[in-house]
């Protein structure tokens, strides 16, 4: 049974980080916050109006945090990566061999 | 509560544009399903920093979810508001011309209505009386409506920004799975009584990409008919009729000659499908009455037996070759036919309006300009219009102009700018004129001197426009199973994924392109 070398996984680190931050992206640009300003405008008076401003600003909040919140993690995975060591790999392969065998009690070996 | 010169003054209009951006966010965010899915943290990586890498990763992919289904919610509620606001609008409108008309006084605040007058009789001020009291119940109820059409807006507004809109642990695209206010929480039962009709139907499926059952039916040579089973177990049915059964046809005590313009074509609707199948097993007997048996060219005796047969099940729609029409007295007012033939259409004698088809070139030459230079351009379309003959909306009632590209950078050429649009790759074009649109008379007197490209032009200038670009690859078109889930009162469905289509709509009047988004995905 061959298992992949030390270099691929840090690799794979890195590319799910980079997926990751282009759907941050994607996220950002598809904030539609400023989109319910025109309500104020639109309907004077009206309960939607106070409404959208709430909305808006909620929204405005989540749509950033997404953001951000995946960028952190995007350099949080590459500095991970960048770290990937021996021990690292040996842990992997360990947790890899004890998912794949029943009941047994995995034993982190050295090469 | 908003008062009533609150109401009249709000400009529900406005937000379309809000509408059309929350479509489109909503359409970005179902595109990131790719990226979600690949920024999960290799199964490979297990150890130290996987496992906090990957619990954070399924709560944003959750998030995300969260994020569409919200966007999504509050485009429904604010489409449905906007219309539902508009309706309100224009009736109490209406009210208020009428009690000034009358001699009230409608105060724009209170909303409450006065007469200062005196009358000669008590008869005369009882019925002022009576008269006020009745508009001014009405007044009262569409004003109360539009609150409400605002309050249901706020409702779905303030969820949105409470976070209660769940977004599920499915896909991005079911997320946007969101119904409307007015559908929502609807039994399945009362869904399909509410959605039953056409325009519903559209609509809703639009949200589920339900799918109708459709059948067919013939008698070889001699009729045909295709028909749609909707949502309510109504029946919506195209009956055509060749030449020899459909000429006798009589309507409105003129007999039609239709031997020049071929076929008639019926529109017809019915209760169940049980319905709309004893119709057709009656036609057959109905053309087999007098024992004939040759149906290719029935005897006219036959063909007014089927004619009186079918007026008896009231059809919706008579439609005949447009030559028929006009080989008898009557011409179209005003409109020359091509002689070329590059007009033709039909006449549909319930609906009282002529369908003209024809076609049309838009030539454009770039001529020395960079790139380009050198180039001729040329957008050729299929031309539909209707006309009415009789009534108050006299003329034109609609106009569609259809064409494609083969690439999108013939778009260009024709002054179309659409950002967004994918190099390479298909698109089509249409652009309709409505006869509100300023401008339209132009196109008209066009179409009258049988000039069809110069209203084709004019048509893509002025009209509302739209462009569908569709990928040049396309994502499963396999059947889904359509379902209602009952205990969550919500629908579910599988969105039914033909090709992705990105739709930009120029409204009329206007120069800018909207991105609608993708079909096919709750729009």
Avoid: C
């Avoid at chain 1, 060591?85 to 842990?91: G, L, R, T």
């Avoid at chain 2, 609707?269 to 199948?277: H, L, V, Y």
């Avoid at chain 2, 260009?412 to 298909?426: N, T, Y």
């Amino acid at each position: 049974m061959t298992y992949m070398s030390i270099e691929v996984i840090p690799s794979q680190i890195r590319k799910a980080a980079d997926n990751l931050l282009e759907a941050a992206e994607g996220v950002k640009r598809a904030n539609p916050s400023d989109s319910l300003d025109v309500f104020a405008g639109a309907l004077p008076g009206s309960q939607s109006a106070s409404a959208a401003k709430g909305l808006a600003s909620a929204w405005d909040e989540r749509f950033k945090t997404w953001f951000n919140d995946a960028d952190r993690q995007h350099e949080a995975q590459y500095n991970a990566a960048r770290n990937y060591d021996d021990a690292d790999y040996a842990a992997d392969r360990a947790a890899r061999n004890a998912a794949t065998q029943t009941g047994l009690i995995p034993t982190p070996t050295t090469r | 509560m908003a008062t009533l010169a609150d109401v009249l003054s709000w400009d529900a209009g406005r937000l379309s544009s809000t509408a059309a951006r929350l479509a489109s966010s909503r359409s970005r965010l179902v595109d990131l399903q790719d990226e979600i899915d690949g920024a999960k943290p290799p199964l490979s990586w297990q150890a130290g920093a996987a496992i906090p890498a990957r619990e954070l990763h399924e709560r944003l992919r959750l998030r995300l979810n969260d994020l569409a289904a919200e966007v999504s919610d509050v485009d429904m509620a604010l489409e449905e508001s906007i219309g539902n606001i508009k309706k309100a609008q224009a009736a109490l409108q209406q009210r208020i011309d009428e009690a000034e008309g009358a001699g009230f006084t409608v105060a724009r605040g209170s909303g409450v209505i006065m007469d200062s007058r005196t009358y000669e009789t008590q008869t005369d001020a009882d019925k002022a009386s009576a008269r006020m009291d009745e508009i001014a119940h009405s007044i009262k109820h569409w004003h109360n409506l539009a609150n409400e059409a605002d309050a249901t807006l706020a409702k779905a507004l303030n969820a949105a920004a409470r976070g209660k809109v769940e977004g599920g642990a499915g896909s991005i695209a079911d997320a946007v799975v969101q119904l409307p206010p007015s559908l929502d929480g609807l039994t399945p039962d009362q869904l399909a009584e509410r959605i039953g009709k056409d325009v519903a139907i559209a609509t809703i499926s639009a949200y589920l990409n339900a799918e109708f059952e459709v059948a067919s039916w013939k008698i070889e040579g001699a009729a045909n008919a295709d028909y749609k089973i909707m949502a309510d177990g109504s029946v919506v049915m195209a009956l055509h009729l060749e030449a020899g059964l459909g000429r006798g046809v009589n309507i409105g005590g003129a007999e039609a000659d239709v031997s020049g313009g071929g076929a008639v074509d019926l529109e017809m609707r019915f209760k169940s499908q049980e319905e709309a199948q004893r119709f057709l097993d009656g036609i057959d007997d109905a053309a087999l009455d007098l024992g004939v048996t040759d149906l290719v060219s029935p005897p006219a005796a036959v063909a007014s037996n089927v004619w009186e047969y079918i007026e008896k099940h009231n059809p919706e729609s008579i439609k005949t070759g447009i030559y028929g029409k006009v080989s008898g007295e009557v011409d179209i007012p005003g409109f020359e036919l091509d002689a070329e033939g590059r007009v033709d259409g039909y006449y549909d004698w319930k609906k009282e309006e002529f369908g003209v088809k024809g076609s049309a070139s838009i030539e454009t030459d770039l001529g020395g300009k960079g790139a380009n230079s050198g180039v001729e351009g040329k957008l050729d379309l299929a031309v539909e219009g209707k006309y009415k003959t009789e009534g108050d909306d006299k003329g034109f009632t609609e106009l569609n102009f259809t064409g494609a590209v083969n690439s999108s950078a013939d778009l260009q050429k024709f002054g179309v700018d659409v950002p967004g649009l994918k190099a390479g790759g298909g698109a089509d074009v249409e652009f309709k004129m409505n006869p509100k649109d300023p401008g339209f008379t132009h196109v008209q007197e066009a179409l009258q001197r049988g000039d069809m490209d110069q209203a084709a032009k004019l048509a893509l200038e002025n009209g509302q426009v739209v462009i569908r670009q569709t990928a040049t690859t396309e994502i499963s078109g396999e059947d889904e199973e359509f379902d209602i889930g009952v205990a969550e009162g919500k629908v579910e469905a599988g969105i039914k994924e033909t090709a992705a289509t990105q739709v930009w709509v120029k409204p009329s009047n206007t120069s800018t392109f909207v991105e609608l988004g993708t079909q096919g995905v709750g729009k």
